[in-house]
Protein backbone atom coordinates (compact mmCIF):
# COMPACT_ATOMS: atom_id res chain seq x y z
CA UNK A 1 0.00 0.00 0.00
CA UNK A 2 1.15 3.66 -0.63
CA UNK A 3 -0.02 4.39 2.74
CA UNK A 4 3.26 5.43 4.11
CA UNK A 5 4.42 7.10 0.45
CA UNK A 6 1.06 9.35 0.36
CA UNK A 7 1.18 10.24 4.28
CA UNK A 8 5.38 11.48 3.68
CA UNK A 9 4.18 13.97 0.79
CA UNK A 10 1.34 15.33 2.38
CA UNK A 11 3.45 15.96 5.52
CA UNK A 12 6.16 17.30 2.79
CA UNK A 13 3.68 19.91 0.99
CA UNK A 14 2.28 21.30 4.74
CA UNK A 15 -1.40 19.14 3.92
CA UNK A 16 -2.81 18.30 7.25
CA UNK A 17 -4.99 14.47 6.78
CA UNK A 18 -5.42 11.75 9.14
CA UNK A 19 -5.97 8.59 7.98
CA UNK A 20 -7.96 6.25 9.66
CA UNK A 21 -8.38 2.48 9.22
CA UNK A 22 -12.01 1.33 8.54
CA UNK A 23 -14.22 -0.87 6.45
CA UNK A 24 -14.11 1.32 3.56
CA UNK A 25 -12.84 4.20 1.88
CA UNK A 26 -14.21 7.34 2.28
CA UNK A 27 -13.40 11.38 3.13
CA UNK A 28 -14.63 13.03 6.19
CA UNK A 29 -14.68 16.61 6.09
CA UNK A 30 -16.02 16.95 9.32
CA UNK A 31 -12.58 15.44 11.16
CA UNK A 32 -10.52 16.04 8.22
CA UNK A 33 -10.06 12.60 8.43
CA UNK A 34 -9.81 9.47 5.52
CA UNK A 35 -10.62 6.25 6.65
CA UNK A 36 -9.54 3.50 4.29
CA UNK A 37 -10.19 -0.34 4.45
CA UNK A 38 -7.48 -2.13 5.49
CA UNK A 39 -8.46 -5.22 4.80
CA UNK A 40 -8.07 -4.48 1.23
CA UNK A 41 -4.04 -3.86 -0.16
CA UNK A 42 -4.20 -3.90 -3.40
CA UNK A 43 -3.82 -2.11 -6.97
CA UNK A 44 -7.20 -0.67 -6.38
CA UNK A 45 -7.00 -0.30 -2.53
CA UNK A 46 -4.47 2.72 -3.63
CA UNK A 47 -5.52 4.08 -6.20
CA UNK A 48 -8.73 5.03 -4.07
CA UNK A 49 -6.68 5.98 -1.60
CA UNK A 50 -5.60 8.43 -3.57
CA UNK A 51 -9.02 9.48 -5.26
CA UNK A 52 -10.21 10.03 -1.35
CA UNK A 53 -7.27 12.44 -0.61
CA UNK A 54 -8.18 14.41 -4.30
CA UNK A 55 -11.84 15.00 -1.83
CA UNK A 56 -9.78 16.10 0.77
CA UNK A 57 -6.90 18.43 -1.35
CA UNK A 58 -9.78 20.11 -2.89
CA UNK A 59 -11.77 20.97 0.61
CA UNK A 60 -15.01 18.80 -0.67
CA UNK A 61 -17.74 19.06 1.85
CA UNK A 62 -21.32 19.16 0.44
CA UNK A 63 -22.77 18.78 -2.71
CA UNK A 64 -25.67 21.01 -3.78
CA UNK A 65 -27.77 18.10 -5.67
CA UNK A 66 -26.61 14.88 -7.46
CA UNK A 67 -25.33 16.17 -10.70
CA UNK A 68 -23.30 18.19 -8.39
CA UNK A 69 -21.69 15.23 -6.68
CA UNK A 70 -21.00 13.66 -10.33
CA UNK A 71 -19.11 16.84 -11.02
CA UNK A 72 -16.87 16.38 -7.50
CA UNK A 73 -16.02 12.76 -7.90
CA UNK A 74 -14.21 13.78 -11.59
CA UNK A 75 -12.64 16.47 -9.82
CA UNK A 76 -12.00 14.58 -7.10
CA UNK A 77 -9.82 11.73 -10.24
CA UNK A 78 -8.62 14.81 -11.65
CA UNK A 79 -6.64 16.33 -8.52
CA UNK A 80 -5.97 11.99 -7.50
CA UNK A 81 -4.04 11.66 -10.59
CA UNK A 82 -2.19 14.91 -10.23
CA UNK A 83 -1.17 13.64 -6.81
CA UNK A 84 -0.02 10.30 -8.36
CA UNK A 85 1.97 11.65 -10.89
CA UNK A 86 4.18 13.29 -8.23
CA UNK A 87 4.49 9.71 -6.36
CA UNK A 88 5.20 8.12 -10.06
CA UNK A 89 2.23 5.78 -10.09
CA UNK A 90 -0.20 5.49 -12.63
CA UNK A 91 -4.20 5.16 -12.50
CA UNK A 92 -5.55 3.18 -14.82
CA UNK A 93 -8.49 5.47 -16.31
CA UNK A 94 -10.58 2.39 -17.56
CA UNK A 95 -11.13 2.15 -13.06
CA UNK A 96 -11.34 5.84 -12.80
CA UNK A 97 -14.17 5.43 -15.71
CA UNK A 98 -15.83 2.37 -14.31
CA UNK A 99 -16.18 4.29 -11.03
CA UNK A 100 -17.61 7.57 -12.42
CA UNK A 101 -20.34 4.57 -14.80
CA UNK A 102 -21.46 3.51 -11.28
CA UNK A 103 -22.15 7.54 -10.26
CA UNK A 104 -23.97 8.01 -13.49
CA UNK A 105 -25.97 4.62 -13.79
CA UNK A 106 -26.92 5.21 -10.08
CA UNK A 107 -28.11 9.11 -11.43
CA UNK A 108 -29.65 7.83 -14.33
CA UNK A 109 -31.75 5.80 -12.23
CA UNK A 110 -32.88 8.17 -9.02
CA UNK A 111 -33.97 10.82 -12.22
CA UNK A 112 -35.98 8.60 -14.16
CA UNK A 113 -39.55 9.82 -13.41
CA UNK A 114 -41.32 6.94 -11.99
CA UNK A 115 -44.83 7.78 -13.70
CA UNK A 116 -43.42 8.10 -17.50
CA UNK A 117 -39.81 6.59 -17.06
CA UNK A 118 -38.45 9.85 -18.71
CA UNK A 119 -35.30 10.88 -17.78
CA UNK A 120 -35.52 14.02 -15.70
CA UNK A 121 -32.86 16.89 -15.18
CA UNK A 122 -34.55 18.83 -12.57
CA UNK A 123 -33.66 17.87 -9.00
CA UNK A 124 -35.25 20.99 -7.01
CA UNK A 125 -33.29 19.72 -3.86
CA UNK A 126 -31.53 16.79 -2.25
CA UNK A 127 -34.82 14.54 -1.66
CA UNK A 128 -36.90 15.68 -4.61
CA UNK A 129 -36.77 15.35 -8.39
CA UNK A 130 -39.51 16.88 -10.39
CA UNK A 131 -40.22 15.11 -13.89
CA UNK A 132 -40.26 17.42 -16.94
CA UNK A 133 -42.56 15.51 -18.83
CA UNK A 134 -45.46 14.76 -16.56
CA UNK A 135 -44.60 17.35 -13.94
CA UNK A 136 -44.66 14.20 -10.94
CA UNK A 137 -42.55 14.75 -8.07
CA UNK A 138 -40.64 11.76 -6.77
CA UNK A 139 -38.05 11.40 -3.45
CA UNK A 140 -34.78 9.86 -3.47
CA UNK A 141 -32.68 9.55 -0.49
CA UNK A 142 -30.50 11.66 0.03
CA UNK A 143 -26.69 10.54 -0.78
CA UNK A 144 -23.77 9.91 1.35
CA UNK A 145 -20.70 12.42 0.24
CA UNK A 146 -19.01 9.17 -1.62
CA UNK A 147 -19.89 6.12 -2.10
CA UNK A 148 -18.25 3.06 -1.70
CA UNK A 149 -17.12 1.75 -5.24
CA UNK A 150 -17.41 -2.34 -4.24
CA UNK A 151 -20.48 -2.50 -3.03
CA UNK A 152 -23.23 -1.72 -5.56
CA UNK A 153 -25.92 -0.26 -3.38
CA UNK A 154 -28.69 0.58 -6.32
ZN1 LIG B 1 -42.90 11.81 -15.74
ZN1 LIG C 1 -15.32 10.21 -4.46
Given at each position: ????????????????????????????????????????????????????????????????NDFHLLSLEV????????????????????????????????????????????????????????????????????????????????
Amino acid sequence: MILNKLTNYLKANNYQLTFTPGKQFYWSPETKEIFYDQNHQDQKSDWSLLHETGHALLNHTIYKNDFHLLSLEVTAWEKAKDIAHDLKIIIDQNHIEDCLDTYRDWLAKRSTCPVCNIKSLQQTDFINYRCFNCHSIWKVTPSRFCRPYRSVII
